[in-house]
């Protein structure tokens, strides 16, 4: 059986615009939006899908037109969500290092909030909203230090991550904004870490930032919203799929009746499984003691496997007559840290297509022009339809910005 992205086979997708491919299915963005729209139903949340997750314009343009708010890490990323119509209003400019030009671009587009990482990022935006004239939307990040029970590169909610605004000095930080001319104060963040399973943490994590908010009330504090920051993670490979309806009744009893708009940052469990990243075996090669099944994407396409020891699922996107090895499944970066996976049963030959599965988050939004490999073309697919979405880089373009020796 050939194996389909909606109603078209894989097959024809690479053979229409080539390999390595990003193939998105848009029904699937859709359901995994409404998933957290429904599930949530009782809080009405803002949903502010977290762009860094997969930044392609079409994705936000489609998650704007269900009604998404964004979640940014930089003026590149605001631009993006400008350039696909998404609400500024809408939006919420995460990030430990905002730069002042960033800040500026934030003030002038109108973003709905700056969620603030440190007392010397406080000073930055009162300093950049006085010399605009402008008042500006603050929360502050408060780290509730729960172990997020994560890879220890994706987890951010302990005390010795570099995010967030310690809970024992979250009054005192407000204090000081409140005290800032140019800054409004409007709600509370954070986000304790990503691909989260157990999501006892996570409830955790809220009713802390709740108890803080009951206190910052009573010091005389009222914020109007509260920002639990990322999503639940996806099922990669045989991880208990997180329960998001019972994250979202947990949510919604600790939030019981409170008046603050309930705000939530979600991005892989958005597109994560909405996503393929389609490649070709060029190569098989018996070395001493492993095969090595040698494809046409590297670890510049998905960096996640080098980066994480990530899994992800790799099928035939065709019925194969190869015999099944166990086989490393690298690409042609000249990096030992270059697979896609490793110690894997699979049956391919040279000219096979590969699905790697799971790949519509952090994987073209971490690309990168390593070994000058140009990042590949991502496509839509909606129905029997698909759509170029990005084209494939050219060499012309990788080389254009680089100007003559001295
Ligand atoms: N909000 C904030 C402030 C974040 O830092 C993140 C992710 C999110 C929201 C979205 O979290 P999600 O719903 O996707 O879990 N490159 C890594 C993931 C890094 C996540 C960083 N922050 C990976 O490939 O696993």
């Known amino acids: ?78 631009a993006r969500v400008l350039a696909a119509g998404g609400d500024a209003g809408k939006t919420i400019f995460s990030g430990v290092g905002k730069s002042e030009a960033e800040i500026e671009f934030a003030l002038k587009s109108g973003v709905k909030c700056f969620n603030v990482e440190s007392l010397p990022e406080l000073d930055r935006i009162n300093q950049v909203a006085a010399a605009l004239g402008k008042q500006a939307p603050i929360s502050l990040r408060i780290n509730p230090d729960v172990d997020a029970k994560t890879h220890p590169y994706i987890s951010t909610g302990l005390k010795a991550n570099k995010f967030g605004i310690a809970m024992s000095e979250a009054e005192a930080a407000y204090r000081y904004a409140a005290s800032l001319p140019h800054l409004n104060i409007t709600g509370i963040d954070c986000h304790i870490g990503s691909q989260l399973i157990d999501l006892a943490p996570l409830t955790e994590a809220c009713e802390r930032i709740l108890l803080l ?116 499944i690298v690409g042609p970066v000249c990096e030992t840290g270059d697979f896609l996976a490793q110690n894997r049963k699979i049956a391919a030959k040279p000219g096979d297509l590969l699905v790697v599965r799971s790949a519509g988050a952090y994987a073209s939004s971490m690309a990168s022009n390593y070994n000058t490999r140009a990042r590949a073309a991502e496509v839509l697919v909606s129905g029997s339809k698909a759509k170029l979405v990005r084209r494939r880089e050219t060499i012309e373009e990788m080389l254009a910005n680089e100007t003559e020796c001295l």
């Open 213 to 328: 908010v009951d206190k910052l009330e009573a010091a005389g504090i009222a914020l109007q919203h509260i920002d639990l920051g990322g999503g639940v993670g996806i099922v990669y490979h045989n991880e208990q799929k997180p329960d998001l309806q019972a994250y979202a009744d947990a949510v919604a009893k600790v939030m019981d009746k409170r008046p603050q708009q309930l705000v939530l940052e979600p991005g892989r469990s958005l597109v994560g499984n909405a996503g393929a990243l389609l490649t070709r075996v060029e190569f098989i090669k018996q070395g001493e003691e492993k095969h090595f099944v040698i494809v046409d994407a590297a670890m510049n396409d998905l960096m996640r496997p080098a980066l994480y020891q990530a899994y992800h699922h790799i099928e035939n996107a065709e019925p194969t007559d190869a015999a099944p090895i166990l086989a490393d």
């Open 1 to 78: 059986m050939s194996l389909k992205c909606e109603q078209l086979t894989y097959t024809e997708l690479a053979a229409q615009f080539g390999t390595p491919l990003y193939v998105y299915s848009r029904a699937a963005l859709d359901e995994a939006f409404k998933a957290y729209q429904t599930a949530f139903a009782t809080l009405n949340p803002l949903i502010c899908y977290a762009v860094k997750a997969n930044s392609n314009l079409s994705v936000i343009r489609r998650f704007a037109e269900l009604g998404s708010g964004f979640d940014i890490v930089s003026g590149g990323e605001l």
